[in-house]
């Protein structure tokens, strides 16, 4: 599973430095929660993004990217009700096989996740953008969740770096 939330850069260049944190603070609180709530193990913060994994439990991740949905509408609530800005973000969801171990140079290692898996997470994740949901996730995916997490079929895609187009299917109600 890769987060990531929309218009960081913008943020950045716009608001003071402690606003900037305080969002992330919030942010990752909205989307990390329902990680951890059903069995995720969140690998790394990335600046505005985060790298997820969920030992072989396709309906426990779907659990999770449907509460942190429904988390930052809370969110958003709030921040509405403050005058702030609504934030957007995006999640991509693969199942497959991963390599796991401390990766990096002599003097500093980083336990992380690497493989065609986490690859397509991340695209499905930039995808989002393009078909205007908070969440993408693979035909993979779709299958071992099976009917139970209620997603649609929301065509093929290239995504950079594959070499040919997979099938992607998002929630069947938007997720906006």
């Known amino acids: 599973m890769v987060v990531d939330l929309r218009g960081f850069t913008s943020i950045c260049e716009q608001w003071p430095r402690d606003d900037v944190i305080d969002m992330l603070n919030d942010?990752?609180?909205a989307v990390s929660e329902p990680i951890e709530r059903y069995g995720g193990e969140i690998l790394k913060f990335m600046g505005d993004g985060l790298l997820a994994i969920f030992?072989?439990?396709?309906?426990?991740?779907?659990?999770?990217?449907?509460?942190?949905c429904a988390?930052?509408?809370?969110?958003?609530?709030?921040r509405q009700a403050r005058g702030a800005g609504a934030l957007d973000f995006g999640v991509?969801?693969?199942?497959?096989?991963?390599?796991y171990g401390?990766?990096?140079?002599?003097k500093r290692l980083d336990f992380t996740v690497i493989g065609q898996a986490?690859?397509?997470?991340?695209?499905?994740?930039a995808l989002t953008k393009r078909v205007g949901r908070n969440a993408a996730f693979s035909a993979v995916f779709a299958a071992k969740v099976g009917t139970g997490a209620k997603l649609e079929h929301l065509g093929e895609f290239c995504l950079r770096g594959i070499c040919?187009?997979?099938?992607?299917?998002?929630?069947a109600e938007p997720s906006r």
């Open 71 to 78: 988390a930052m509408a809370s969110l958003n609530a709030i």
């Open 55 to 68: 030992p072989c439990d396709a309906a426990g991740a779907s659990r999770a990217v449907a509460d942190m």
């Open 27 to 29: 942010y990752f609180d």
């Open 92 to 99: 991509g969801v693969n199942y497959g096989d991963v390599v």
């Open 118 to 125: 986490v690859n397509v997470a991340a695209r499905l994740e």
């Open 164 to 171: 040919r187009p997979i099938a992607v299917y998002g929630f």
């Open 102 to 106: 401390n990766i990096g140079s002599r």
